[in-house]
């Protein structure tokens, strides 16, 4: 018990509220790219979607040093944004965000574009014929359709971004209470040699984690409930 | 009320070149997969976009390639039934309906419950389309289609997804549910049933072009080309010399036929219903055809022969079997008698036709 009262939450909180606006910006974003790109010709599309998909495959600090070449206050558009608008993003929340949102975005854009493939066409063609706008098809028939892929997009591009650590630690560092997620917490305490810490946050995710799982297979489970077991 | 097409489009090896004019209220297209009539429909409503052309639906350009005019689907008031229907899966009976209307439309809700009325659909209101028979997901479409007020209605197959048994009664409550609708109808299909019993006039296509046009009846009576009888049913051919104003010599089948009729010169060909043949017994009558049977087949409600002409171009080919089919209750006057000896081809039902 004294354990958990001298423990500092902080990291849950920032990790939770990481997870949350990165989740919501790659939603729309995801949604926006992947509906674009299902109408590209066959070349564009592999080319594009290789680049949407790059944060996913390659190294999170990879894809954190680019962010800090960009991001940095010692270059272009670092100044520009440090000194024109007042933005700093290395070394502070926003960077968690654009870390976890960059490294989490290909899930999002991926399941929803393999969702949308699923479609129908006929549903758009006769939305159009019923005089909808291109927005109230989007929205009313096409999203809901894709309803379980886009969910399960969802929850586990929440479960990436609020785990994410490579590209975090390089472009928001580890600064307690203000960048320090819990995956960074855990590797900092283990270092320490605090394997009691450690312990008890490596349990924090397992259970976020297991609890994700289980919606996302709630989520998609519940339109399979029909399909015979072989 | 008319509609006026003139269109090309390529797509592979394929090539789409129509053109009709209508002011008949229910048209049919009859056609076999593959000859370009969904596409035909689809240019129409604005799903697909022709190469060059031009439609026009009561003087209202809805496409032109020469003045670059391209209207949006949205724009067009083209209501399209879809051969799966294309319901929307995730809203109910009423949203489907209510898809078409503006929110901001205040007889919204009412002009819904009058679809749901009209096709009879009440108390399936709530209910989504993946819970309804497919009778009902057609009336919905339909209900979806009319809520909007088309100028020009476009049904593609509508039939093609349904069970056989389900299939003739919902033709006829599908016209019955068409009579209340002012605007031009055309009904794309391939079943010469379905487009018989619907339109008034009807195009026949086939490999992207217009074949044959004309009144449905007229154009089932007298074809005028072997294709085109072919499309319409019409199972047996045989190519024919003209003998004289009256008389036709028919090749394939060793016959000479002898009609009331004048036969026009460029003739060159017969066809004949295999439902028309008469049995006949002993002396040989005029325009008798003698046969030898090749085999029978025995459906539910109908016996049907096929037969190889004696004394024909000797053509032994199986797709030129003459074909003789025989409903239940026509075979009372065969039965306890004889195969009959001769096949009678009656005057009225002797189709004159060119290659």
């Known amino acids: ?230 | 009320m008319s509609i006026a097409v003139d269109i090309r489009k390529k797509l592979g090896d394929f090539s789409l070149d129509i053109s009709f004019e209508s002011d008949a209220k229910r048209i049919g297209i009859l056609g076999p997969s593959g000859c370009g009539k969904s596409m035909t429909l689809k240019s129409i409503a604005g799903i697909e976009k022709p190469d060059s052309g031009r439609i026009v639906i009561d003087g209202r350009v809805l496409f032109d390639q020469m003045q670059k005019i391209n209207l949006k689907p949205q724009k067009r008031r083209v209501g399209y039934m879809f051969q799966n229907y294309a319901l929307f899966p995730t809203m109910t009976v009423s949203q489907n309906i209510g898809a078409g209307l503006d929110f901001s439309d205040g007889d919204r809700n009412g002009r819904i419950a009058d679809m749901v009325k009209r096709f009879n659909l009440q108390g399936l209101e709530k209910h989504l389309p993946g819970q309804l028979s497919g009778g009902q997901q057609q009336r919905v479409a339909l209900a979806r289609i009319m809520a909007y007020r088309p100028d020009i209605i476009l049904l593609d197959e509508p039939f093609s997804a349904l069970d056989e048994h389900l299939k003739e009664r919902l033709q006829h409550e599908m016209m019955s549910m068409l009579e209340g609708y002012e605007g031009q109808v055309i009904l794309v299909s391939h079943s010469r049933d379905e487009i018989y019993r619907f339109g008034e006039e009807l195009l026949i296509m086939e490999g992207g072009h217009v074949m044959a046009r004309g009144e449905t009846k007229k154009l089932f009576d007298d074809p005028g080309t072997v294709s085109v009888a072919r499309m319409t049913g019409c199972k047996n051919f045989s190519d024919a010399e003209r003998l004289n104003t009256h008389t036709l010599h028919l090749t394939d089948w060793g016959i000479t036929l002898e009609l009331e009729r004048e036969i026009p010169e460029d003739v060159n060909a017969i066809g004949y219903r295999a439902h028309a043949f008469e049995p006949v017994w002993g002396e040989r009558q005029k325009n008798c055809l003698q046969f030898r049977a090749s085999g029978i087949d025995e459906l539910p409600f109908e016996r049907r022969y096929y037969l190889f002409p004696e004394n024909g171009a000797g053509r032994a080919d199986t797709a030129e079997l003459i074909c003789w089919f025989i409903q239940d209750k026509d075979r009372a006057q065969m039965d306890g008698k004889p195969a009959p000896d001769y096949l009678r081809l009656k005057e009225e039902s002797v189709m004159l036709l060119r290659k």
Request: aromatic residues 10%; hydrophobic residues 55%.
């Open chain 1, 1 to 230: 018990m004294e354990f958990l009262e001298s423990l500092d939450w902080s990291p849950l909180i920032i990790s939770l509220k990481t997870g949350v606006v990165a989740t919501v910006v790659c939603f729309f974003l995801g949604l926006f790219a992947a509906r674009k790109v299902i109408k590209l010709s066959y070349k564009a599309k592999a080319v594009v979607d290789g680049i949407l998909t790059l944060p996913m495959v390659f190294p999170p600090t990879v894809a954190g040093f680019i962010l800090l070449l960009i991001f940095s206050r010692r270059r272009p558009i670092g100044i520009f944004l440090d000194q024109q608008m007042d933005i700093q993003v290395v070394h502070t929340w926003l960077g968690c965000i654009l870390a976890a949102t960059v490294i989490a975005f290909p899930l999002m854009y991926r399941n929803a574009r393999a969702a949308f493939e699923q479609i129908d066409a006929n549903l758009v063609y006769a939305g159009r014929t019923l005089g909808m706008t291109e927005m109230n098809i989007f929205w009313k028939i096409v999203v809901p359709t894709a309803g379980p892929g886009i969910a399960s997009g969802t929850i586990l591009t929440f479960a990436r971004a609020m785990g994410e650590y490579g590209a975090t630690s390089m472009l928001a560092g580890n600064i307690p209470g203000k960048t320090g997620t819990i995956s960074q917490r855990i590797a900092m305490v283990i270092q320490d040699g605090d394997f009691a810490t450690a312990g008890f946050w490596v349990v924090v995710v397992l259970l976020i984690s297991f609890g994700i799982i289980f919606m996302v297979n709630m989520v998609t489970g519940s339109r399979m409930k029909n399909i015979r077991r072989w």
